[in-house]
């Protein structure tokens, strides 16, 4: 199966596989926001509620719900046009979230990686150095 690599370090940037999903480019739409707030919190369940005030804020929308899900709808035709499976975006109870069983590689989780293992130590001084330039690379 192909990997979703997402970077966010230095502009938001998606490819699945060989396929630009949203290029560094890509203007900061509505459906580009979702979808980062959807993979900073991969896994979890979030009602539609919040994602209605993250997106909209304080807009003065006379129909907030049907907007989140005109947002919902064009992100899934984004990501299918570009052959990600639909089912990376998962909707249950009047809530939303980006499948954690969907591939993934996300730069700002692996430099939080490189970090934690630096913390915990235990490392050679030749891996911890490893890991040092690991963490620069990617920020």
Same mark, same amino acid.
């Given at each position: 199966?192909?990997?979703?690599?997402?970077?966010?370090?230095?502009?938001? /940037? +998606?490819?699945? $596989? @060989?396929?630009?999903?949203?290029?560094?480019? !890509?203007?900061?739409?509505?459906? &580009?926001?979702?979808?980062?707030?959807?993979?900073?919190?991969?896994?979890?369940?979030?009602?539609?509620?919040?994602?209605? /005030? +993250?997106?909209? $804020? @304080?807009?003065?929308?006379?129909?907030?719900? !049907?907007?989140?899900?005109?947002? &919902?709808?064009?992100?899934?035709?984004?990501?299918?046009?570009?052959?990600?499976?639909?089912?990376?975006?998962?909707?249950?109870?009047?809530?939303?979230?980006?499948?954690?069983?969907?591939?993934?590689?996300?730069?700002?989780?692996?430099?939080?990686?490189?970090?934690?293992?630096?913390?915990?130590?235990?490392?050679?001084?030749?891996?911890?150095?490893?890991?040092?330039?690991?963490?620069?690379?990617?920020?």
């Amino acid at each position: 199966m192909k990997e979703l690599t997402v970077t966010m370090f230095g502009g938001f /940037e +998606v490819s699945y $596989g @060989e396929t630009a999903v949203i290029p560094r480019d !890509a203007r900061n739409s509505k459906v &580009v926001q979702l979808f980062q707030y959807l993979l900073c919190r991969r896994g979890s369940m979030i009602p539609q509620g919040e994602l209605i /005030e +993250v997106l909209l $804020g @304080e807009a003065d929308c006379a129909n907030p719900l !049907a907007v989140l899900k005109n947002i &919902v709808y064009r992100l899934h035709k984004l990501l299918g046009e570009r052959g990600v499976p639909r089912e990376c975006i998962l909707h249950a109870k009047s809530s939303y979230s980006f499948s954690g069983e969907m591939p993934c590689r996300i730069d700002i989780e692996e430099y939080e990686e490189a970090v934690r293992q630096l913390k915990d130590g235990g490392q050679a001084a030749g891996d911890r150095l490893a890991l040092c330039f690991r963490a620069m690379d990617l920020y």
